[in-house]
């Protein structure tokens, strides 16, 4: 299993934007749809946004217009841009494929606090 790595979060007021990473080293990021997942307390981990191989992209309503997927398979990477944040955004941010692949272990996460 390759371990995934997440970075990137942090403590924004709203309206701001945050740019999250994810890493893969050494994996075959590159035939999964990968996606990224957010977590709150006390709920499971729920699919925010997808990105197929051939780079077409979903969203969840509630990030449509304000978060943008985007993937590097040379450097092994996912990325999540996330503009306009809402306090309702705030969550643990993970990476994984779509549905989550047994090829990849859950990261530790970054954590995303935006404050009204």
């Known amino acids: 299993q390759v371990q995934l790595v997440e970075s990137g979060g942090g403590a924004v007021q709203a309206g701001e934007s945050l740019r999250l990473s994810c890493a893969a080293p050494?994996?075959?990021?590159?035939?999964?749809?990968m996606a990224w997942y957010r977590q709150t307390q006390g709920n499971g981990r729920k699919l925010v946004a997808s990105?197929?191989?051939?780079?077409?992209?979903k969203y969840v309503d509630s990030v449509k217009g304000r978060f943008t997927i985007s993937r590097d398979n040379d450097k092994r990477m996912v990325y999540l841009q996330m503009d306009n944040l809402k306090p309702e955004d705030s969550a643990v941010y993970y990476c994984?494929?779509?549905?989550?692949?047994?090829?990849?272990?859950w990261g530790q996460g970054t954590q995303v606090t935006v404050s009204s």
């Open positions: 994984n494929a779509d549905p989550p692949a047994w090829a990849f272990s």
């Open positions: 990105i197929s191989t051939d780079g077409s992209t």
């Open positions: 050494g994996s075959i990021l590159n035939i999964y749809v």
